[in-house]
């Protein structure tokens, strides 16, 4: 079956950096697009960014430049490098692939930018 892994959350300072990780198995990972997404408290779950199976990546608005989505195709897994945190990018953030109709994620990871 379909699992997604995250990794890599925690706290950190604004202005810090994190990166995550999504371990993915029980598909044919080279042949799907990838997603980030993330939830705040209150808020609906929003698209961070996505990667296509060919690297072509995509980014909500709001990243403006700061992060950086990539994948390895070898360990199945993908990254979501996050630089120049923000209070505002506090939330749970979860790896996400659709097949067909069907959308599948992972238990996510969470973020939280505080001093």
């Known amino acids: 079956q379909v699992q997604l892994v995250e990794s890599g959350g925690g706290l950190v300072q604004p202005g810090g950096s994190l990166r995550l990780s999504c371990a993915a198995s029980?598909?044919?990972?080279?042949?799907?697009?990838m997603r980030w997404y993330r939830q705040a408290p209150g808020k609906q779950r929003e698209l961070v960014a996505i990667?296509?199976?060919?690297?072509?990546?995509n980014y909500g608005d709001f990243v403006k430049g700061r992060f950086t989505i990539s994948r390895d195709n070898v360990k199945n897994t993908i990254y979501l490098q996050m630089n120049s945190l923000q209070p505002g990018d506090t939330a749970v953030y979860y790896c996400?692939?659709?097949?067909?109709?069907?959308?599948?994620w992972g238990q996510g990871t969470q973020v939280t930018v505080s001093s």
């Open positions: 990667i296509t199976m060919g690297g072509i990546t």
């Open positions: 029980g598909f044919t990972f080279n042949k799907n697009a």
């Open positions: 996400n692939v659709r097949m067909f109709v069907d959308d599948y």
